[in-house]
């Protein structure tokens, strides 16, 4: 979409604005590209443009990573704003006859409690949608995103990032299933998520720096599977907290590592679905917010 001319000056136009937001929620130019369908140059170019029509740096080299200046930053918040209101007036004039599927991604262990809260808001905006889930680890998603293969995506973020609207905060818990003996072992039985998940390298990573023996007797993408084997006493997990059903209780032991804190947050494809874009993830985001508060 090219630029609109008024009175000689050029206003920041949409395409550039969708680039420079997922740069935002990927950190990576490279990501970005690819979720936008455009080379590196061209989204290099975009920003460059877009330095020049606001005035200002936005960009910072730190070291071999690029990041976001003061201005910058600044720049995020009215960009989804904007974003969010282009996407709301596309939806408005839109129909669900004929609507393609709405295409959400989740990983497993959110798939029983937050996505069927998402779905009920979706649908009590959309009763019509059609909606397919794809269950995937969040960097499985992230890599679909990036190929267009999804429309909306919850994912598990750091504290420290940007990406997507926040869902949920959440922190890992060390869990059993009525098996408390086994926090005890010389040697720990684990089953956990696969080792990009950040429990699984939290809990690796702080059992090795205390000198406590363990086994990962298996690592699994599956929250079924996970909790089907710690039920049966095979082992003990790292679970996000909310995830932690019925059967399952936190573990007593006290000089287990801490697991991190994280944040759940529904990310939105770069070219959105007609009726689900960036207006209606900011909508949901704080839908899902206050329920929790209430």
Not at 34 to 45: E, H, Y
Request: proline fraction near 5%; charged fraction near 25%.
């Amino acid at each position: 979409m090219p630029p609109i001319l008024i009175a000689n000056e050029y206003l920041m136009d949409i395409d550039a604005l969708r680039s420079f937001i997922a740069f935002v929620d990927t950190g990576s130019f490279t990501r970005a590209a690819k979720q936008i369908f455009r080379t590196q140059g061209a989204v290099s170019m975009q920003m460059k443009k877009l330095e020049e029509e606001t005035g200002r740096c936005l960009f910072t080299k730190d070291g071999r990573n690029l990041s976001l200046t003061d201005d910058g930053r600044k720049l995020v918040s009215y960009a989804r704003r904007i974003l969010a209101l282009h996407d709301e007036a596309l939806g408005e004039f839109s129909l669900t006859a004929g609507m393609p599927p709405l295409r959400i991604g989740c990983p497993d262990d959110y798939a029983q409690e937050i996505f069927p809260d998402l779905v009920t808001m979706l649908l009590e905006e959309y009763p019509h949608l059609q909606i397919r889930l794809l269950c995937d680890n969040s960097s499985g998603l992230r890599q679909a995103l990036d190929q267009g293969k999804l429309d909306l995506a919850i994912l598990t973020r750091a504290p420290d990032k940007e990406e997507g609207y926040l869902l949920r905060h959440d922190h890992g818990i060390w869990v059993h299933a009525g098996f408390p003996e086994l926090q005890h072992r010389p040697v720990l039985p684990l089953v956990l998520y696969e080792a990009d998940c950040k429990f699984h390298s939290s809990a690796v990573d702080g059992l090795e720096k205390q000198g406590q023996r363990f086994q990962v007797l298996c690592a699994s993408s599956s929250a079924t599977a996970i909790k089907s084997l710690l039920r049966r006493g095979i082992g003990i997990g790292a679970l996000a907290s909310s995830t932690v059903d019925a059967g399952l209780e936190a573990c007593t032991r006290s000089d287990l590592p801490t697991l991190p804190m994280v944040d759940i947050v529904l990310a939105v494809a770069p070219t959105p679905h007609p009726l689900v874009g960036t207006s209606m993830a900011r909508k949901l985001s704080q839908k899902m917010l206050s329920q929790r508060a209430s």
